[in-house]
């Protein structure tokens, strides 16, 4: 199947600066990438679907001037947190859509976990 | 938003078939049903998805009712590196979100 790199896997930061997390499809082209955020013992919660060259779509609830979304090009999607506080530590997965030969099917990166402290 | 429901937990004995249910009532004619599966501290990782015929690939069989309502996820033997958390979605083909539900935890016990 498609791959759908993460980087980095984890991540700590410092409480008020910014991390940037990034999300590669590594063999195909994707028009389309997610962003979900997970705690612990809960499902994955839909953030954002980012298109390529044009403004991120946000889920309600999401501030979109703390969790900015960059897909410059069909391969790379960029989250990045802004001013980060502890309670924005989670595990965060993008996903990529895959080409119309897949069915579309929608494959996930292994995930980013971040820790602010 | 997901419009799938699924039990919270099941067990399974290692070698032994799991069957896992999920029901989509609301599921409209070019929804397609997906099947994901998380294993701890990773990316859902695909298995599986199908419109109304019967599927089947190298991990899994997709059991869709004729009514489209409800559909099971069999692993034919399972082992202990299928112990994960089981999401069943509904899609339409061209769209995008995937809203997940509270998926099912399997277990599989030695």
């Known amino acids: 199947g498609a791959v759908v790199s993460q980087h980095p896997s984890w991540v700590i930061c410092k409480s008020g600066t910014s991390v940037k997390i990034e999300c590669r499809s590594l063999?195909?082209?994707?028009?389309?990438m997610f962003w979900y955020r997970q705690f612990p013992k809960q499902s994955l919660m839909l953030m954002a679907t980012s298109n390529e060259g044009s403004k991120a779509t946000y889920e309600q609830g999401v501030e979109k001037d703390k969790f900015l979304i960059n897909h410059a090009s069909l391969t790379l999607s960029t989250l990045t947190v802004t001013s980060a506080h502890p309670e924005d530590s989670s595990f965060y997965i993008c996903?990529?859509?895959?080409?119309?030969?897949?069915?579309?099917?929608?494959?996930f990166g292994e995930g980013s976990w971040l820790t602010v402290v | 938003d997901a419009k799938t429901t699924q039990p919270p937990s099941m067990d399974c004995a290692e070698g032994r078939a799991a069957n896992l249910p999920c029901n989509h009532s609301t599921i409209s004619g070019n929804e397609y049903v997906y099947w994901y599966r998380q294993i701890h501290s990773q990316g859902p990782q695909y298995i599986i998805h199908?419109?109304?015929n019967n599927e089947t690939n190298e991990m899994a069989s997709l059991i869709i009712t004729e009514d489209r309502k409800s559909s099971t996820l069999i692993l034919p033997h399972a082992t202990l590196r299928d112990t994960a958390v089981y999401y069943c979605i509904v899609r339409d083909r061209t769209g995008n979100q995937f809203y997940f539900g509270t998926g099912t935890s399997l277990t599989v016990i030695p």
């Open positions: 996903s990529a859509r895959g080409a119309a030969e897949s069915g579309n099917t929608i494959y």
């Open positions: 199908g419109l109304k």
């Open positions: 063999d195909f082209q994707a028009t389309t």
